[in-house]
């Protein structure tokens, strides 16, 4: 099979429209075309997105091997951002409410101001700013598979 044969079966293994791999990969629809028609030949670089981008190897989309797309056995970046945003929400979720009680117990005080309150637990700031970045995160995840179905 041809280099174009195997761009055209991956994308369409993958069931993505020739303009949505073209995104993925920073390339311009038409030259994508081109490639997929065989009228046109990717350049180094642009062979490198496409490998990375299906997780093969350059001699499988050049035809020098028939070993298809490698498994992929390491996390993406949005996933381990994913992971440890609900690491770091999880600990402050346990821990803010635990300090809090140990403070209340120990120095028999409430705060009722706010601005005092976040001086005095400043976890709270940490887990506020990890629901903004868990939200945040699941909302793209949402996008990106909604995105990649069409």
């Not at 761009?7 to 997929?36: F, Q, Y």
């Not at 887990?127 to 793209?140: P, S, Y």
Request: glycine content about 8%.
């Amino acid at each position: 099979m041809t280099l174009a044969g195997r761009i055209a079966n991956l994308r369409k293994d993958k069931g993505m429209s020739l303009e949505t791999l073209a995104e993925a990969i920073e390339v311009p629809a038409d030259d994508l075309r081109e490639w997929e028609q065989g009228t046109q030949v990717p350049s180094r670089g642009e062979l490198l997105k496409l490998c990375g981008y299906f997780h093969t190897t350059t001699a499988y989309l050049e035809g020098r091997e028939e070993a298809g797309p490698v498994k992929q056995d390491r996390f993406s970046k949005a996933e381990i951002i994913f992971i440890l945003d609900g690491v770091l929400f999880l600990l402050c979720f346990l821990l803010a409410p635990l300090f809090q009680w140990v403070d209340c117990k120990v120095y028999g005080q409430y705060l009722t101001d706010s601005r005092e309150y976040l001086q005095h637990f400043p976890l709270n700031i940490l887990l506020a700013f990890a629901c903004i970045i868990f939200v945040v995160q699941v909302g793209k995840i949402i996008y990106d598979r909604a995105k990649g179905s069409r």
